[in-house]
C-alpha cells in the first residue's frame, strides 16, 4: 500500500499515511485532531555512479566512422 505525506493546515504537522492510492486525496486528520490536511508532493533524488567511465565510439551517431 502507497505511503503519503501530509501536512496539517491548522498546525503546520508533517505526517505520513498508509493509504488506497483510491483514498490518497481523501481528508485526513492529524494527531492533533484538525482535519483537512494537503497531501504533499513526493521528493526523490535520482543519481547516477560518478566512477561510471563516459563512453565514446561505437556506432555511426558519433563514432566517426560516418563522413
Given at each position: 500500500m502507497p505511503r503519503y505525506d501530509y501536512r496539517c493546515q491548522t498546525c503546520s504537522e508533517t505526517y505520513e499515511l498508509n493509504r488506497a492510492m483510491s483514498d490518497a486525496d481523501a481528508p485526513a486528520?492529524?494527531?492533533?485532531?484538525?482535519?483537512?490536511?494537503?497531501?504533499?508532493?513526493?521528493?526523490?533524488?535520482s543519481t547516477g555512479l560518478a566512477d561510471s567511465p563516459a563512453r565514446s565510439g561505437g556506432g555511426c551517431c558519433g563514432g566517426g566512422c560516418c563522413n
Amino acid at each position: 500500500m502507497p505511503r503519503y505525506d501530509y501536512r496539517c493546515q491548522t498546525c503546520s504537522e508533517t505526517y505520513e499515511l498508509n493509504r488506497a492510492m483510491s483514498d490518497a486525496d481523501a481528508p485526513a486528520t492529524c494527531s492533533s485532531g484538525h482535519v483537512g490536511a494537503a497531501r504533499l508532493l513526493p521528493v526523490f533524488a535520482s543519481t547516477g555512479l560518478a566512477d561510471s567511465p563516459a563512453r565514446s565510439g561505437g556506432g555511426c551517431c558519433g563514432g566517426g566512422c560516418c563522413n
